[in-house]
């Protein structure tokens, strides 16, 4: 007996060639069968989806989970359009927290405020109290005086961080810290509590469930400034022990945590973590997935390291020393990881592409998936290279309307076409896989695909518009192209037999609506494994039997 049937769906599996199915059975968390290999079957629980589109989970192939988690506790500065509107919503929250609580906002964009705030500025609103303001692209913050005493800045006493700037005036320190200066803030926070990354952990999963979600790749725990926690995986596996994991999540590891080992002269692990732990493993709920190491900065915050000067600015900055980045990776490489090389501007990117080249070289791996997240400015004579050593960029699309604009005015018109691409990857053979960098950018993948399809900018303007794809393909992005990336398509992906029935019920098709109208569609219902993590209600509208369709107010199936 089936533990669950789907009946009068218009369910689209997204297998190459394949038409609509209207039946679909799941036994135990996976599918067994559609149409007619299942219409007979009896099953515990039956849904009448009255022709309710149903397509396979969402994947986001790149996320801060904890980071999104913990920002919905902090003030939200995403909306200040001013700088005396930053200030308003400081001290609003100084207000009203305990003598010795930190001030600490998230997502603000001195691209919209017409600036950064200045030290002074803040000291005057929170007077003696710490403050944190972290800017939207996560690759530098500003605080006040009182942090930079207690980070040692001040008197002289901070350490120098290679790739990281304290930018100074005629007066000393602003306040901003720029990419690895952000380090003497959080060392004076960091780790917190894994009970506490349990918990936002779960408050994002929850989120995420609503947008269909079912697969996130979180690009980057365990050490550098991305990271929460050195221990930071157990807050995964807790959160999944708790039942608050209503989402598989694939983990990239921080290069910074990753470190030599000694094995014997025949193994090739001489870098990686304790106990020969490598890229995949885990199981089909938390899995480590590639090594996530940081070649340069943010394209909104003009640290990105491009071969020619921005038309607003320099030419950026890598994070480290570029002997150092392609040492890392190809030790990586030769220690059997995957990579995921951050790399945004057009020069980081050659770096990444040379790295990904002499590791292949020093040792073929045919079964290597490695990645380049953003490749935010690619020039033409790089797009072949992408395809000739197998390099899959990772892209988000959504930034074309939320700071495409701005973007567009770093580059100039004649680099505007390189711009966070697609169809050209895609008419090489490249596979461009669906993601946010949330919460750098809104993360509801129906939202990421209006932009895949219209690449329009908030102001309007439209972004490499021959980059532009369908949006049929835009939904193979963050379904069958985001099981790819992370190397699970045997089991995600697509619904057909033996894959996990993990399924999205939607209010329409993206194909079937005005490409505006795509990031209109609503989530209906998610479910993980069969089991409803979103949308019970409607589920049980759909209910045709007595027997109640599994919901996971906190998720865990029994047996694991």
Sequence with gaps: MLDLKLINGRIFTMVDGAPPAHALGIFQ???????????????????????????????????????FGQSLSEVDLSGCRTLDELFDAVADCASGLTEDAWVVGSGYDDTILGGHPHRTDLDRIARDRPVWLKHRSGHMCTVNTEVLERAGVLNGSAPTYEGGTVVRDSDGPTGLLEEQAQKLVTALVVPYPVTDLIDAIGEASAIYASEGLTHVVEAGI???????SAV???????????????????????SDALHALECHSADRSTFGLDLGIASGFGDDRV???????????????????????????????????????????????RSGWNVAAHAI?????????????????????????????????????????FASLGITPVPQPRFLYEVGDTMADAVGAEREPWVYRHRSFLDRGVRVPGSSDRPVASGAPLLGMQSMVLRQSSGGATIGPEERVDAETALRAYTVDAAWAAGEEDCRGTLERGKLADLVFLSAHPVEVPPEEIGQITVLATLLEGICVFGQNHVDHLQTTHHTVPYAPHFERSGD
């Design 29 to 67: 968390g996976r599918i067994v069968g559609l149409d007619d290999e299942v219409r007979q079957l009896r099953a515990r629980s039956t849904l009448d989806c009255a022709g309710t589109v149903v397509v396979p989970g969402f994947g986001d192939s790149h996320n801060h989970m904890a980071w």
């Design 232 to 254: 930071e995986l157990a807050a995964y596996v807790g959160a999944r022990h708790r039942g608050l994991l209503r989402t598989r999540v694939q983990l990239m590891v921080a």
């Design 287 to 333: 899995r480590i997935g590639a090594m996530k190491i940081f070649m340069d900065g943010s394209l909104i915050g003009r640290t990105a390291a491009v071969t020619d000067p921005f038309c607003d600015h320099g030419t950026g900055s890598f994070q480290l020393s570029t002997e150092t980045l392609m040492r890392r990776i190809v030790e990586a490489h």
């Design 345 to 385: 501007g057009d020069s980081a990117v050659d770096v990444a592409l040379d790295a990904f080249e002499t590791a292949q070289q020093e040792m073929p791996r045919a079964d290597a998936r490695h990645r380049i997240e953003h490749a935010g400015m690619v020039r033409p004579d790089q797009l072949d290279r």
């Design 222 to 228: 365990g050490g550098g400034w991305i990271g929460r």
